[in-house]
């Protein structure tokens, strides 16, 4: 007899991947006490604890629980192709994690050229910073992610570098240094700095003016690019970016005016990120990719 069932596997996965039975039992549209009596139940079955619970902050697998979610991510892939008719195209689901500020510029027109290719594969996606994202690779919430490699370098994580973006300054149309074709970074220090704040975006930023011998006054701080956008074109700051959307104007539609840096920058590596475990490794993420280095190709060339 088997003692288990596919509901259950469910409501553990799905515990796993939202760190905690109220955000699973959202997101699966059922009561909070079903994903809680499923982990419950497969922890007596299996005799060892799935979750630490974590005052006010959720759960978080412990190592046999790691164990188990692999096994049973890998056995509902399985179930969910035996779902489906066998047919020649790939097809099934992707789970897509891309940095919140390269998304709106790069994700919608790869995915547009995806579904092109493969229309059965279904994507769910999930925005967020870098660290929200690395996490979820690395339990298998993720098949791959779109994001910047700034120090990756984690056991749980493999990445593909795709391009290489150069930081630019951003300034008021109209801006005294904008009639300049490039700046030093020991000049914008002097203006008041409109600085994204994204875990690791924030300090690759920075570490700009400090190779510079420079260090900048902070004026504003927000993790939104188009809010860095805004305010800049409102005259309240100038800034530095690497994302670039294709026109410049900010959502309130004032003008941009957009630099470049002057001296040797480290460029800010766009990379594809994948579990390194293979039991969370997706067939699905190939096409992805594909579709991702040919975006940036394109773009690029």
Known sequence: ????????????????RHGGAARAAE???????????????????WGEPLFVRLHARGLALTAAGAARHREAHALLTQAQALESPRSPEL???????????????????????????????????????TETLTRMLERGALDVALLYDLGLARPGVTIEPVAGL????????????????????????????????LPHSR???????????????????????EMVRSLVANGLGVSLLTTRPVHDRSQD????????????????????????AESFRSALAAPFAAAVHQGFAAAQG
């Not at 997101?27 to 139940?41: G, L, T």
């Not at 940095?99 to 493969?118: D, E, K, N, Y």
């Open 1 to 16: 007899m088997i003692h288990l069932n596919l509901r259950q596997l469910e409501y553990f996965v799905a515990a796993a």
């Open 91 to 129: 097809a099934g689901l992707l789970r897509v994690g891309c940095l919140s500020t390269l998304a709106p510029r790069w994700l919608p027109s790869i995915l547009a050229q995806l579904r092109a290719s493969h229309p059965a594969v279904e994507v769910q996606l999930h925005e967020g910073d």
């Open 253 to 276: 539609g004032k003008r941009i005016a957009c630099r470049r840096l002057r001296g040797p920058l480290a460029a800010q590596a766009v990379a594809l990120a994948y579990p390194a």
């Open 166 to 197: 150069v930081p630019y300054a951003l300034l008021p149309w109209g801006h005294r240094l904008a009639a300049h074709g490039s700046l030093a970074l020991a000049t914008l220090a002097r203006e008041p700095l409109v600085l994204i704040n």
């Open 27 to 45: 997101s699966m549209n059922v009561s909070q006490p079903s994903i809680s009596k499923a982990i419950a139940d497969l922890e007596s079955l």
């Open 203 to 225: 300090e690759y930023f920075l570490s700009l003016f400090r190779q510079a011998g420079v260090a900048p006054v902070v004026a504003y701080e927000t993790t939104s690019l």
